[in-house]
């Protein structure tokens, strides 16, 4: 059982920064693709960006690709979400999710795996 919390969040003005960071215990850190997934209100969970098993590879998606910046610390068992010229598009909640095959790391149904959530507010 993998239990995961999220910290960091707040609010930030329009083109600010903010450094979101998940921590992983109750299994083997390295075993787990790690996501990050977002969902403003009425919308559907969507994907962010995700880390491979291996810390090699990392996914993002088109809206975030260039500002968003995902990572992690073996030492630490945490993943972390830089993101950089943040916009109101970008306020949700924010949500670490991680699972252990990395075959939809996109999907948030195949995720067995979540965080609390934590919300992001980009306004000035």
């Known amino acids: 059982q993998v239990q995961l919390v999220e910290s960091g969040g707040g609010t930030v003005q329009p083109g600010g920064s903010l450094r979101l960071s998940c921590a992983a215990s109750?299994?083997?850190?390295?075993?787990?693709?790690y996501s990050w997934f977002r969902q403003a209100p009425g919308k559907g969970r969507e994907f962010v960006a995700a880390?491979?098993?291996?810390?090699?590879?990392?996914y993002y998606a088109d809206s975030v690709k260039g500002r968003f910046s995902i990572s992690r610390n073996e030492t630490k068992s945490t993943v972390s979400l830089q993101m950089n010229k943040l916009n109101p598009e970008d306020a949700a909640v924010y949500y670490c999710?991680?699972?252990?095959?990395?075959?939809?790391?996109?999907?948030?149904?195949?995720?067995?795996?979540w965080g609390q959530g934590i919300q992001v507010t980009v306004s000035s």
């Open positions: 999710g991680a699972e252990p095959s990395g075959t939809k790391y996109y999907s948030p149904s195949a995720y067995e795996y």
């Open positions: 880390l491979s098993r291996s810390g090699a590879a990392t």
């Open positions: 109750g299994g083997t850190f390295t075993a787990y693709y």
